[in-house]
């Protein structure tokens, strides 16, 4: 698959109903301009639709650890290739790095979501706003799953006690 293959709109549907009908298209990066997003670059103006779906998406908490795995798979490989100690030393120096990078990561996931939507030009709040409004969605889904399913739980009850 080439570059512009990959780039074509209409790749991705848009999963949340909630977002609304959409004036941008969702059209998916190229890898190499995925790397970049995930290192902290922007997009160029026909990605806006895309950014938006990777931060509101039902996954965007672990798409946005894996743009953090991603930023830090070159420090990890220069630490495990130039420390000049034993491996379990390495391994440990990699480990904590990993666990405080991912503590930090996600303690500001929010605002750093947030912020790769204001890099595609959408207003501040928008993601926040889109996941409220899917997750209300959600929950009312929900809701009226359980709803029905104890209205058949009672009339199940209701027909074995005869009433």
Not at 76 to 95: N, V, Y
Not at 139 to 153: G, I, L, T, V
């Amino acid at each position: 698959m080439t570059v512009i293959e990959h780039e074509q709109p209409g790749a991705m549907t848009r999963s949340d109903a909630a977002s609304g009908p959409s004036a941008d298209p969702v059209v998916r990066p190229a890898p190499h301009r995925w790397i970049w997003y995930a290192f902290g670059g922007g997009l160029p103006a026909r990605h806006r639709g895309w950014v938006l779906h990777d931060t509101t998406a039902r996954t965007w908490w672990l798409r946005h650890v894996a743009r953090m795995l991603v930023q830090l798979a070159i420090p990890i490989a220069l630490l495990m290739a130039f420390l000049p100690a034993s491996w379990g030393l390495r391994a440990a120096c990699a480990g904590g790095g990993l666990a405080l990078a991912l503590f930090y990561s996600i303690a500001y996931m929010p605002e750093a979501v947030e912020n790769r939507v204001v890099k595609a030009g959408y207003p501040v709040g928008t993601a926040t706003q889109h996941r409220d409004a899917a997750a209300l969605v959600r929950q009312r889904q929900e809701s009226d799953r359980k709803r029905a399913a104890a209205a058949k739980r009672a009339a199940r009850y209701r027909d074995r006690m005869g009433r």
